[in-house]
């Protein structure tokens, strides 16, 4: 009652409201934008390949692989605006994804995104320390906590009250916009939420909620081994600075330390310089095999001319794909085990916790931009070769000129299809650092129960 008739109860509900409605409407906003221009990529990228004069053009020019947007990007934004969106496919360089939300519009790398994983992580989070750094040692210093204590109120069911009650409050700010926002996501046209998609957005909520709980107890934790509020609420913002702050950044510092790896410019000059080496040998290859089968005009010999180019060619791009994929390979590794320790020291910190698992059931983490990029990897042989039939089958013998622009014929091109992360997948891939999350809840409620049985209310 006393946090519910409090002005910090209705500025809390307030600035919830208008924040967390704000990022629904910017999530909602950004998804219909990137689902419209991915749909318009992939149509101009058809009619861009329908449009090429031969498939030797076509095949250098390469095919457009767009990765579509996730509708629980709507929630948590994650990595999507930093990673790339699209890869180009072609017959001689690796792919490589590229042109992110950032490139396209830099804005929103300078003020970043608004989303309910932001509000969550930064609002919420300071809220449960406003309602909690004086919920023990604000009562001792007005002198509340003793005249309570003076009558037959056992400590335990005095702390246990103060954290149902303190908690339920801080949840109502945080429930009714929440509610609010997901109906208003269900009601546009444009957004399919599908089973799968519900209970993702489900467990999204529990693990914001479990979030704000540790931050919830953290507090009470401070509060009752502090004698004046003006130090507890001191202490509770120097660490939530060094849980939301200083410890991602030290993480990511000390792996970069540990495990060093190529630049990106390295590992493009080794590709580049096995790309000229295989070329200047199948070339090399090319001139033998005429060399030993001269031109004599005939229909067989064009027949085996194609066959012969074909096997050179297919050849050198083998070789292309394996050595690319040696190096790269290479450098994935050390990039994974440099990614993975980063992750593993920041988790030190339930907020980089709470993160890695929203974006993982949102499916806006690094996990997807692997799996997309994987998915591509695969295409690319199977398009190239594709490629290198057409185009020497398309060969012209009579060395006559045309005018007449012909359409390429596309009905076998093979299609590219990306398969999205099972919930299953999903759910393992979090539970570390949903148990990690429940640790720290855990001892952080277990260290302010047993500080206030032993508390000095004088």
């Known amino acids: 009652l006393d946090n519910i008739t409090s002005p910090k109860f209705l500025v809390t509900f307030i600035l919830c409201l208008i924040l967390i409605l704000l990022s629904f409407y910017t999530g909602i906003n950004n998804y219909l934008i990137a689902l419209k221009e991915h749909q318009t990529a992939v149509e101009l990228n058809e009619k ?26 709507t929630i948590v934004d994650g990595l999507e605006g930093d990673l790339g969106r699209v890869a180009t496919v072609n017959i001689a360089f690796d792919p490589k994804p590229i042109d992110s ?4 519009n830099p804005v929103f790398a300078i003020f970043g995104v608004l989303d309910l994983n932001f509000v969550v992580k930064i609002v919420l989070s300071l809220f449960a320390i406003l309602f909690t750094y004086d919920a023990i040692v604000g009562e001792k210093e007005k002198g509340t906590l003793k005249l309570t204590l003076s009558n037959p109120v056992p400590r335990d069911k ?5 954290t149902i009650g303190g908690f339920l409050s801080l949840m109502v700010p945080f429930i009714i916009p929440l509610l609010i926002g997901i109906l208003i996501l269900n009601l546009y046209p444009s957004i399919n939420l599908k089973g799968e998609d519900w209970i993702r957005l489900v467990l999204i909520c529990i693990v914001f909620i479990l979030y704000i709980s540790i931050f919830f107890t953290l507090g009470l934790f401070i509060s009752s081994r502090t004698s004046r509020s003006s130090t507890s609420f001191l ?11 200083i410890i991602p950044k030290v993480a990511v ?21 096995v790309l000229q080496q295989i070329n200047r040998e199948a070339q090399q290859e090319v001139r033998k ?23 050179i060619q ?24 440099q990614r993975q320790l980063a992750i593993n020291i920041s988790r030190i910190s339930p907020t980089s916790a709470m993160s890695f698992a929203v974006m993982s059931l949102a499916r806006t983490g690094i996990s997807r931009h692997e799996d997309f990029f994987n998915a591509v990897k695969a295409y690319k042989p199977v398009w190239t070769k594709w490629a290198n039939d057409k185009m020497i ?46 640790a720290f809840l855990i001892l952080f409620f277990v260290l302010a129960f047993i500080s206030f049985l032993k508390y000095d209310v004088r």
């Open 289 to 311: 095999f005429l060399n030993d089968n001269p031109n004599d005009g005939t229909k067989e010999w064009q027949t085996k001319f194609r066959d012969g180019i074909k096997e």
């Open 158 to 162: 005095l702390i246990l009250g103060k």
């Open 393 to 438: 089958d398309d060969i012209n013998f009579s060395g006559q000129q045309t005018d007449q622009k012909r359409k390429l014929d596309l009905s076998d091109m093979p299609r590219f299809s990306f398969k999205e992360e099972t919930l299953g997948k999903s759910i393992k891939r979090i539970i570390p650092d949903v148990t990690i999350m429940i």
């Open 235 to 245: 202490v509770l913002l120097f660490t939530w600075v060094l849980f939301v702050t």
């Open 314 to 337: 297919q050849k050198a791009t083998e070789k292309i794909d394996n050595e690319n994929a040696r190096i790269e390979a290479n450098f994935r590794g050390k990039q994974t085990r």
């Open 253 to 273: 510092m000390t792996a970069g330390q540990i495990y060093r790896i190529p630049s990106i410019h390295e590992v493009n000059a080794q590709k580049d310089a």
């Open 101 to 104: 939300r950032f490139n396209s």
């Open 48 to 73: 861009n390949l329908e449009s090429q004069s031969n498939y030797a053009t076509l095949a250098g020019l390469g095919t457009k692989i767009n990765k579509p947007p996730t509708v629980l990007s």
